[in-house]
């Protein structure tokens, strides 16, 4: 009876360790930081949820997000807008990038596509 009750308390052990260094790495990878994202180009997805509760980037000149985000992986201009594009990470097919996209100097809208 002693030896089934010592491998289900080390299994329960396991399985609630296991659980508490995966909620340890995934806060540390999710929490945005400007030194994470940019050591971390291919991590930074998981970093979006943070970046846009920390920083409200909407309204946002250029140089804010600049000093925010640092320089952008692309600027293109579309339907009269200036686009900043920053690579955010891969899924092994596709690219994902984070949009900022200015109008008048300011931010009006932010999101993530897939290339």
């Known amino acids: 009876l002693a030896v089934p009750l010592i491998l289900l308390i080390v299994m329960f052990s ?15 990878i999710s929490t945005y930081s400007r030194q994470k994202w940019d ?3 291919d ?8 970046l846009e509760d920390k920083y409200q980037l909407t309204g946002k ?13 692309n ?15 891969s899924d092994g097919l596709d690219s994902f ?3 900022v996209s200015f109008e008048n100097g300011a931010a009006v809208s932010v999101g993530v596509t897939q290339n």
């Open 61 to 73: 000149t250029k140089e804010e997000t600049i000093d925010i985000l640092g320089e952008p992986t």
């Open 97 to 99: 990038i984070y949009v």
């Open 75 to 89: 600027v293109a201009e579309y339907g009269g807008r200036e686009i900043f594009e920053y690579y955010i990470g």
């Open 14 to 28: 396991a399985v609630a360790l296991n659980a508490a260094i995966y909620n340890a790495v995934e806060h540390n």
């Open 39 to 41: 050591e971390n180009e």
């Open 43 to 50: 991590l930074r997805f998981y970093m979006i949820d943070d």
